[in-house]
């Protein structure tokens, strides 16, 4: 893999990490340029479905990187979200949609930000601006990614510029947005076969702030209730990560996908930022957060503020 | 000012700075939306140069942002170089060609960094992308800030896109770009109403790693000899700023604008980076570094690495 230039989303890659790390590599490749799409832990159900779909095969899994390799970053900026040697790597460019903290270089880099909903919409723009044509498989990650991150548009993160995207990948996808829609995010709800240690894990991000650290992993569901039922082992794993880790607040949130609100599990030291962030009181380390479906645009910066 | 979107480059404006904001304020106006330049800093005689050929004021000078105040940044992200308060101003967008460093959000922002020589190098890139015309005024204020940057492109932090955009842009502004841009660098390096405090801040930039404070300054000149007839002067005023500020070394580079050399004035407790990072030694706190004039692309990147 030697002075291949690597592209990756974070870790616990999502769809949109997957998906636009792929989008990338097909992008620079028709741009004349070299690049490997990599990935940095296990493909979920819902990216399982696309990648079903379009019948194409995962980007290999890297656990770490040399010093002085050259990395495209997708979809995140964090250091803790990255992968093990992300501070010794040649950082050539960022393409992203989060908040940018824990991040920095030695050198000058190609950074490309907008607060959009998904990186996805991102990527599709540099198509449109560099004129280069969106093939069906590109439409149909990009699609994927776009439909994940909003759930379906519903999500309060979504933007109009992310609605523009879908619509104009539509066609060329070849695909009812609608249905496939469900049916990928549906996938994704799966739970069954997961350990509790590996639900948690499924979409887990650690952020720090003043030397704070604090996670908050999300799962999709079309029934909170069914995820309920493993609530007494979830907190008991919950409470190793926090020891294990030194976190001092962990957030698991249950986001019912169908009606668009969120149960949490909140534990830690630093539980107290619950009520001061969204105004309820924690009722057996758990609260139900009505309308709220999106980490980045209502659990983070609250936790973040408060914290 | 209050409501209004500010645009700002960073605190010791210098040509670029000055005319990048000039120029995003006026791509904004074109796009149909209002912000406004404004200035950290004093006018350097060199920008002065450009704004007098142009017959146009200079920004407004602010000394502090409101929380919440909007805000886009130019030519720099580190909070060290922005305005007091921007740990609590909304970064709506930054426009930069610095490593990211000491820089964070709690929401998503837009953030467009090119690795280039030049902040206006990026912003002439919008104007064509966006499809918007260039007229005199901006063709002027981005080759000033380029010619500046770049020392008539003769910096190596000189790229391609540099060169193609001064290139472009110099029929529209309609200038003879050696006499006008030796004229305005050389009207930059008049030092002589400069009181030694003033000459050391003409263009200081404060940096932080890992909790290590240090500067460096730069002053341009076509005679090195001449700004070290105040070399104990200088010294002292350099020791003095870094009891003050704290600071753990204090470099003051005077470059030679017309050979492409700089001698340094060292201070401070760290100042076995220099031997470390450039090979050498220290001779009365000074060294002649052949073929260094560039603080982001030379110095910067060494002494980061070895402090």
């Given amino acids: 893999m030697e002075n291949e230039v690597l592209i990756f989303g974070h870790k616990n890659p999502d769809t949109d990490s997957i998906c636009s790390s792929m989008v990338h590599e097909i992008l620079d490749r028709k741009n004349g340029w070299k690049t490997k799409a990599v990935r940095l832990g296990n493909i979920n159900k819902e990216t399982q479905y696309v990648l079903n779909y379009l019948g194409i095969e995962a980007p290999e899994l890297i656990e770490r990187v040399e010093e002085g390799q050259s990395v495209l970053l997708v979809d995140h900026n964090e250091f803790k979200q990255s992968v093990e040697g992300i501070e010794k790597a040649k950082i050539v460019s960022v393409t992203d949609h989060h908040k940018i903290a824990n991040f920095e270089t030695s050198e000058p880099l190609y950074y490309l930000a907008k607060p959009y909903g998904c990186t996805a919409t991102i990527l599709y723009e540099q198509f449109k601006n560099l004129g280069v044509e969106i093939e069906k498989t590109e439409a149909v990650l990009m699609a994927s990614a776009i439909i994940s991150d909003t759930l379906l548009l519903k999500s309060p993160t979504t933007t109009q510029y992310d609605r523009k995207a879908l619509e104009e990948l539509t066609p060329i996808a070849d695909i009812n947005i609608q249905q496939y829609g469900l049916e990928m995010l549906k996938a994704g709800t ?16 650690e952020f720090e702030k003043n030397g704070v650290k604090f996670e908050i992993a999300q799962v999709n569901t079309v029934s909170i209730e069914d995820v309920l039922k493993r609530e007494a082992q979830l ?28 149960e949490i599990i909140a534990l830690g030291e630093k539980t107290g930022v619950i009520k001061v962030a969204f105004g309820k009181e924690l009722v057996d380390d758990k609260a139900f957060l009505e309308g709220v479906v999106s980490r980045k645009k209502q659990l983070l910066p609250e936790i973040d503020q408060n914290i």
């Fill in 190 to 205: 799966d739970l069954d076969d997961f350990s509790v240690e590996e639900l948690i894990q499924i979409d887990a991000k």
């Fill in 235 to 262: 907190k008991e794993v919950i409470q190793k990560t926090i020891d294990e880790k030194g976190l001092s607040l962990y957030v698991l949130a249950i986001t019912d996908i169908l009606n668009s609100n969120s």
